[in-house]
């Protein structure tokens, strides 16, 4: 079954809006999750990192102001999509690697936002 | 620079053959980790096998299994006895130590009844 959640599956929301996407982890705690975006028929594209207790870390590019990471809890980190325009309709995904040693991965089942 | 190359956009295998799916990778951290994952259209993320930089020996899941050639850099990914099932993307990605896992660009596989 699956081991890393997500919420919501899809999201429609107008422009201007703000959206939030909440990933937990099921039956492990993740002191850490990655945040992935994936733009129709790409490859997945790491947007940050979550660090439970401490600031996200972002790559090159991806705007922490728009793209606001929350690492509440050891099995919840949510992800809200500022002000959302019509360019950041995306696949997210997030995922959290399992144990310590980081040999398995789990990724979420990804939510589908479409800002019209 | 892109760390992760996966050349075959796309594959197409008849049903019941076997199928090589490539990928290098380019590190210098010698503790690395390397992960297939098999995403259909439905979009989540499928873990199929993984290959750790100090593993001698290739991995093998099932009907899947690796090609690991470290001195090269790569690590093919082998499905034997296909399945229609088996059609989605197929992505490579690497860890390096404990950091984040990036991505290769995928390749679509097809397979043919």
């Known amino acids: 079954g699956a081991v890393v959640s997500q919420h919501p599956s899809w999201v429609i929301c107008k422009s201007g809006t703000s959206v939030k996407i909440e990933c937990r982890s099921l039956?492990?705690?993740?002191?850490?999750m990655f945040w992935y975006r994936q733009f129709p028929k790409q490859s997945l594209m790491l947007m940050a990192t979550?660090?439970?207790?401490?600031?996200?870390?972002?790559e090159q590019g991806v705007e922490k102001d728009k793209f606001l990471i929350n690492h509440a809890s050891l099995t919840l980190s949510t992800l809200t999509v500022t002000s959302a325009h019509p360019e950041d309709s995306s696949f997210y995904i997030c995922?959290?690697?399992?144990?310590?040693?980081?040999?398995?991965?789990?990724f979420g089942p990804g939510t589908r936002l479409t800002v019209l | 620079a892109q760390k992760i190359t996966q050349t075959q956009p796309g594959m197409f295998v008849q049903e019941k053959e076997a199928v090589t799916l490539d990928c290098t990778y380019d590190?210098?951290?010698?503790?690395?980790?390397l992960f297939w994952y098999k995403q259909p259209s439905s979009g989540e993320m499928i873990f199929l096998i993984y290959?750790?930089?100090?593993?001698?020996q290739n991995a093998t899941e099932g009907r899947y299994s690796l090609n690991f050639q470290k001195a090269r850099k790569s690590t093919n990914l082998v499905i034997s006895a296909s399945q229609l099932g088996d059609s989605a993307m197929y992505f490579c990605?690497?860890?390096?130590?404990?950091?984040?896992?990036?991505f290769g660009a995928g390749t679509r596989l097809t397979v043919k009844p």
């Open positions: 039956d492990f705690q993740a002191t850490t």
């Open positions: 990605a690497m860890r390096e130590g404990t950091n984040d896992m990036r």
């Open positions: 590190t210098s951290d010698q503790s690395y980790g």
């Open positions: 995922s959290a690697p399992r144990d310590r040693g980081w040999d398995t991965q789990y």
């Open positions: 290959q750790g930089s100090y593993d001698e």
């Open positions: 979550s660090n439970e207790g401490s600031k996200a870390t972002y």
